[in-house]
């Protein structure tokens, strides 16, 4: 089988929780960068960019974390402590994929969004290619105001995800997929 048909067809989400070091190396993460940055782009807009979580810098966002979600919820549990202490930290390394979406005179909001979507999924394809493994999340920190400010993001940029990505523990199994049946139809 063709090699990328042979990767596009195996490449599987590995979470966090399977995730293990080495961490990508300077080479590897320039890569990812850059083939995540080669996608489709109605403008030539680059309507993203990445945040890169490497090294302590994961342990940092963790307590930016913490500290927002005690703000909420004072008597949060030691585990769940731990929980947002660990939130970056429990991953090699996490990008994340900021959508800075704005209203263009010709390239719709819609449009600049769905290169985002893109763009995760190139990382993700990239990183499968470089023999890493990835998960792409959202989790409530994408969705709280605080913790994007916190991280850099201006009022209009928007969490794409957060690419989590490391080492497979294990090999991941698949999981269903659609049913072509059920998707496609042809006119
Ligand atoms: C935009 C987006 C956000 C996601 N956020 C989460 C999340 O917060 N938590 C989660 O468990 N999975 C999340 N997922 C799902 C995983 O990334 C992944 O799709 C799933 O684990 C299975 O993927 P696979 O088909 O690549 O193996 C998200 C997916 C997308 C596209």
């Known amino acids: 089988m063709n090699e990328t048909i042979a990767l596009m067809s195996r490449r599987r989400s590995v ?9 990508p190396d300077a080479q590897e993460l320039q890569t990812l960068l850059t083939l995540a940055s080669r996608v489709p782009d109605h403008g030539k807009l680059a309507p993203w960019r990445f945040i890169v979580f490497a090294g302590d810098a994961r342990e940092k966002a963790g307590r930016l974390a913490l500290e927002i979600k005690l703000a909420d919820r004072p008597d949060l549990d030691e585990a769940g402590r731990a929980a947002e202490a660990s939130r970056f930290s ?28 893109a763009s995760a999924m190139a990382l993700e394809l990239a990183a499968a290619a470089l023999g890493l493994a990835s998960c792409w999340l959202t989790e409530w920190v994408a969705y709280d105001a605080r913790f994007r400010a916190a991280i850099g993001l201006a009022e209009h940029e928007r969490i794409a995800g957060f690419v989590h990505i490391g080492r497979a523990a294990r090999p991941p199994e698949d999981r269903p997929r659609p049913a072509l049946a059920d998707i496609v139809t042809h006119f």
């Open 15 to 23: 979470g966090p929780a399977f995730l293990t070091g080495p961490a």
């Open 90 to 117: 429990r991953s090699p390394l996490v990008i994340a994929l900021v959508s800075r979406a704005v209203p263009h005179a010709k390239i719709p909001e819609w449009e600049q969004v769905l290169s985002a979507g």
